[in-house]
T-cell receptor, first 113, second 113 residues
Framework: DAGVTQSPTHLIKTRGQQVTLRCSPK?????VSWYQQALGQGPQFIFQ???????QRGNFPDRFSGHQFPNYSSELNVNALLLGDSALYLC????????????FGPGTRLLVL | DQQVKQNSPSLSVQEGRISILNCDYT??????FLWYKKYPAEGPTFLIS?????DKNEDGRFTVFLNKSAKHLSLHIVPSQPGDSAVYFC????????????FGTGTRLTIIP
């Protein structure tokens, strides 16, 4: 049973570019959440998708957007990249409610130069 | 505004002894708390949780204590094992079912053989 998978594992971009990160949830899960973890910090909630709609959003600008597909996989898009967007981006999946069932992927390490 | 704080960035404990990791929070609306463990190059893994209606929850070697009046929780690991060496994150949420996790900055635990 595959867990949460994310691609790519690492990515290097330059300021002003756009990036798309991908996440496949654990089998049977229908909810995907995205988090940003800057160096030395805890993960910060970006947004959550359920039934192909954004259900909750954290304090991130509109440059951060997402999508969920009918197979529950999800994408995170970041436009007009800034140096401060360099971070580890984590995807977590769950089924319905219940935090203890939230499973995290290994993350995508994004470096903006 | 850091609503969940882990004031010890690192902790070293002898194998077999007790490890105590601490976490403080400021938002009295939080009603559910979780601990996650993170190894390098992996996503956070759920460890143990506690509802605000309880003051203790135990799972094998792991016990979480909650002191609501002090807005403080702690994770006890006994006995500590080398495989426990990892970064531990405290996380909180309110209105259980609202799945936006607020994380602390983490404590790096090193178990000395």
């Amino acid at each position: 049973d595959a867990g949460v998978t994310q691609s790519p594992t690492h990515l290097i971009k330059t300021r002003g570019q756009q990036v798309t990160l991908r996440c496949s949830p654990k089998s049977g899960h229908d909810t995907v959440s995205w988090y940003q973890q800057a160096l030395g910090q805890g993960p910060q909630f970006i947004f959550q998708y359920y039934e192909e709609e954004e259900r909750q959003r954290g304090n991130f600008p509109d440059r951060f957007s997402g999508h969920q597909f009918p197979n529950y996989s999800s994408e995170l898009n970041v436009n007009a990249l800034l140096l401060g967007d360099s971070a580890l981006y984590l995807c977590a999946s769950s089924y319905g409610q219940g935090q203890e069932t939230q499973y995290f992927g290994p993350g995508t390490r994004l470096l903006v130069l | 505004d850091q609503q969940v704080k882990q004031n010890s960035p690192s902790l070293s404990v002898q194998e077999g002894r007790i490890s105590i990791l601490n976490c403080d929070y400021t938002n009295s609306m939080f009603d559910y708390f979780l601990w996650y463990k993170k190894y390098p190059a992996e996503g956070p893994t759920f460890l143990i949780s506690i509802s605000s209606i309880k003051d203790k929850n135990e799972d094998g070697r792991f016990t979480v204590f909650l002191n609501k009046s002090a807005k403080h929780l702690s994770l006890h690991i006994v006995p500590s094992q080398p495989g426990d060496s990892a970064v531990y994150f405290c996380a909180a949420l309110y209105n259980f079912g609202n799945e936006k996790l607020t994380f602390g900055t983490g404590t790096r635990l090193t178990i000395i053989p």
